[in-house]
C-alpha cells in the first residue's frame, strides 16, 4: 500500500474474493510473518450481511493472512443486539474458525485480566470504558466492517463505530453498564470516536457489496454498490462510506453538512486517529468502472469545501 495512510483502495466487483484478492495485491503482509494477529469483524447481531460480516470476506482475510505465517489469528467480539457466543455460533464463525485454523474469543466470557481500563480524562466517558487486551497487545490489528447506517445514535456505523465491540459492556466484579451510557449520551459519536485513539490498526477492510442506507445497523433500505475499499486509515475508508452513503440518498443526520464536520469523523480527527481532512484521502480506483466511481465520490468528498 502507499506510504500515504489516506489512501482508500476501492474496486467495483460482483465476486467479493476475487474482489478482496485484488485489494490486498496492493498491501504487503509480509511483516505479518511470525506476528500475533488480532481481528474485529462485525457481529453486532445474527443478522445477514450486511447487518453483519459475510463469512466469506471472513475467511478470504484469514486465508490471505495465514499466507504469511503469523504466529496465530485471534477473531474477537462482542454483541450488542444478541448473546455473543449464540451470535458466532449463528453466523458459523465458531465453525468456521475450527476449519480455518484461526481463534475465536467471546469477549463478554474474558476475565477481568483481559481488559485494558482508559480513564475518562480528555474523553466524554462518564467512569472511562475497558478496551479489550487482545487488541492493545496484538502484534497486529485488521478490521473488516460492513457499510450501514446507524439509527440508535451513531448516524452511521463503518470502521469507527465497529470499534465498541472490542469494549466492555460490564466487567467482571462490576456492575456499571458502559454501553448503557453510551447509547443514551448526547455524546455518542464522539465516544466512539475516542475508543478508536486507544488502539491501532494496520489494515481495515469495508465490504460494501450491499449497505443499509437508513435505519440500521441490523436492517433498512437496502442498496447494492458492490464496492469492496481497503486502507490503513479508520477515518479516510469512513468518510469514502459516508460519500457512498450519501451517493445513495441516505438520512439526514448523515447527509448534512461537510463529511469532516460529523461528529464521528471531527472528533477522531482532533484526537488523531487518522487524517484530518477530506484533502489529504486518495481513492484510487483498482480498475476502469472502479475510477469512475472513485471520481464520483471525490467528488461527493469534497462538496461544499
Known amino acids: ?10 474496486i467495483k466487483t460482483d465476486n467479493r474474493e476475487e474482489g478482496i484478492a485484488d485489494l490486498l495485491e496492493n498491501y504487503d503482509m509480509s511483516d505479518f510473518n511470525t506476528k500475533n494477529v488480532a481481528l474485529k469483524a462485525n457481529y453486532n447481531s445474527a443478522d445477514p450481511f450486511p447487518a453483519s460480516s459475510h463469512p466469506k470476506t471472513v475467511q ?8 504469511h505465517n503469523p504466529s496465530n489469528i485471534i477473531l474477537a467480539e462482542r454483541s450488542g443486539m444478541g448473546i455473543t457466543r449464540d451470535v458466532l455460533e449463528t453466523m458459523g464463525i465458531i465453525y468456521l474458525g475450527e476449519k480455518e485454523g484461526f481463534e475465536v474469543r467471546v469477549l463478554d466470557e474474558e476475565g477481568i485480566d483481559g481488559w485494558q481500563k482508559v480513564d475518562r ?3 466524554h466517558w462518564v ?3 475497558y478496551i479489550s487486551k487482545i487488541f492493545t497487545n496484538a502484534d497486529k490489528v485488521v478490521q473488516t466492517c460492513c457499510l450501514k447506517s446507524h439509527r440508535f445514535g451513531g448516524h452511521f456505523t463503518l470502521s ?15 456492575a456499571y453498564n458502559y454501553m448503557a451510557e453510551l447509547h443514551i449520551s448526547p455524546y455518542q459519536r464522539s465516544m466512539i470516536a475516542e475508543i478508536n485513539s486507544n488502539y491501532d490498526v494496520d489494515l481495515i477492510l469495508m465490504d460494501g457489496m450491499k449497505a443499509f442506507v437508513d435505519k440500521g445497523p441490523e436492517q433498512g433500505h ?3 454498490p458492490n464496492l469492496i475499499m481497503m486502507s490503513k486509515d479508520r477515518i479516510a475508508i469512513d468518510a469514502v462510506g459516508v460519500s457512498i452513503l450519501r451517493h445513495y440518498g ?9 463529511i469532516f464536520d460529523l461528529d464521528q469523523i471531527k472528533r477522531a480527527s482532533e484526537l488523531g486517529v487518522g487524517v484530518t481532512s477530506s484533502d489529504k484521502i486518495n481513492i484510487v480506483g483498482l ?3 472502479s475510477e469512475a466511481v472513485a471520481g464520483e465520490l471525490d467528488q461527493i468528498l469534497h462538496a461544499d469545501e
Do not use: C, H, W
Open 287 to 289: 480498475n476502469a468502472e
Open 127 to 129: 467512569k472511562g470504558f
Open 222 to 224: 437496502l442498496v447494492e
Open 1 to 10: 500500500m502507499a506510504n500515504d495512510n489516506g489512501t482508500v483502495y476501492l
Open 60 to 67: 478470504t482475510l484469514v486465508r490471505s493472512i495465514k499466507e
Open 121 to 123: 480524562q480528555g474523553t
Open 250 to 258: 441516505t438520512t439526514r443526520d448523515i447527509s448534512k453538512g461537510k
Open 160 to 174: 469507527l463505530k465497529n470499534s465498541v465491540g472490542l469494549v466492555a459492556k460490564t466487567v467482571p466484579g462490576g
